[in-house]
């Protein structure tokens, strides 16, 4: 699961995912405000939207291994 989460990550960001930076930031203001069920809804529409970019780009494994490695 851990490989997955680190893929996916990994995508979104190198292919610049639009509003990424504002849904975490979305995210960890309902956490910091203790808003328990809202950062829930948040997190699970962030982690669709990865999805939905991921799909909707046609990115599979193949275009993974054009990405920078991590050091």
Known sequence: MQSIIY???RAVVFHKRP???EE????CMAIRNRKVEE???LMEKHLE?????????????????SMPRRR
């Open 24 to 27: 975490h930031e979305q995210i």
């Open 7 to 9: 893929l996916f990550s």
């Open 39 to 41: 950062a829930g809804r």
């Open 19 to 21: 509003f990424l930076l």
């Open 49 to 65: 939207a990865d999805l939905e970019f991921i799909s909707s780009n046609r990115m599979g494994l193949i275009h993974f291994s």
